[in-house]
C-alpha cells in the first residue's frame, strides 16, 4: 500500500507573524483562551524552565492542546537588554488537532511580545472602569511599548507617565507615547492604570502608592524568587492566569504568601466576580494556551493568504 505524500510544513519567521498577526483579534483570543483554560477545556502542564547558568538565561518549554494542539519553546536572557538583543526568544510548533500532523513552526518572539500585552489588555478591559484615563508604566523596555499599544485599544488615556530606571530611556519613551517621564511614586499616585513590565529582583511598586479602585498588571519576570510588587500590593485581590503555574513562578506571590482570589478566566467568564471600586492585581507569568491560541490566530491567516 502507498504511503500517503509527507504534506508540507510552514515556516513563518518574524516578518510573516507580523504580517499576519493584528492585536484587534488577538485581544478577544486571548480573552477566549483564558476562559478555555480555566473551564478545563485546555490540557497545560506548568512551564518546565531550566538554568542555563552559564550564561544567565533560561530554557522553558510550554505545551498546551485544547482547541490547537502545540507547544512553545523559549529562552529568556536578561542581560541580552545591555547589547540591545531581545530578551526573550522562542519557536511555537502547530499540529492538526484531529490528527496530530504538524503544520508549521513559526517564530515565536513576536507572538510572546504580543500576547502578553494583549492578555493584560483583555483583563484590564473586564475589570478597570470605562472611563479609566491615567496610565502608568514602570519599566521601558519591550512590554512597556507593548502595553501601551495594546491598551489603547481599550481605554482612551489622556496621561500616560512613564518611569524607567534609566531617564534617558524614560524620555524616550514618554514622547513616542506623548506622556511624562517622572518618579514611580508620581507615576503611580492616582493612576487608574499600572503596568509594572521590568526585570527587577525587588518591589519597583509599593502599595502605599496606589489609589483605591486602580488595576495593576504585574508582567515582569527575573526567576520563581524574584518581585516586582511589595506585600502592601499583593493584599490586593490577586487575580492569576493559572493557579498552579502562577503560584510556583511568581515571586510576587512565592515571597508576599499572597492568596490568590480567581484566574483571569473565571472573571472574563462571569464565573467569579468583583466588586466595583476593588483594588486590583494581575500577576501575569505567561501559559501555553495564550501561545499556541496565538500561534492558531497566525495560522488561521497564513492559510488565507495560501
Known sequence: MAESPAKKIAFLN???????????LLIPTMAQALIDYSRGRIAQPNRQMLDVAEHGGFFGTMPAAGRSVGVKLVTFYPGNAAHRIPTHHAMIMLFKPETGEPLA????????????AAVSTAVVNKISPQNAKSLAV?????QAHAHIAALRHVRQFDDIRIWGRTAENAASLAVSANGRAMTAEDAVRDA???VTATASKEPILKGDWLKAGSVVAAVGWNGNDARELDDTVM????????????????????????????????????????????TVVFDSVGMAAEDVAAASLVWDAFQLTA
Not at 105 to 116: A, F, H, K, N, Q
Not at 138 to 142: A, F
Request: no cysteine; net charge negative.
Open 192 to 194: 487608574d492604570v499600572i
Open 138 to 142: 514602570l519599566g521601558t523596555g519591550l
Open 235 to 278: 493584599q490586593n485581590t490577586v487575580i492569576v492566569e493559572s493557579r498552579d503555574g502562577t503560584a510556583s513562578e511568581s515571586g510576587n506571590i512565592r515571597k508576599s504568601g499572597a492568596a490568590i482570589f480567581a484566574e483571569a478566566g473565571e472573571i472574563l467568564a462571569g464565573d467569579k466576580t468583583i466588586d466595583p471600586g476593588t
Open 14 to 24: 518574524e516578518t510573516d507573524v507580523s504580517s499576519l498577526l493584528s492585536m484587534e
Open 105 to 116: 513552526v513559526m517564530d515565536g518572539r513576536l507572538i510572546t511580545e504580543m500576547r502578553t
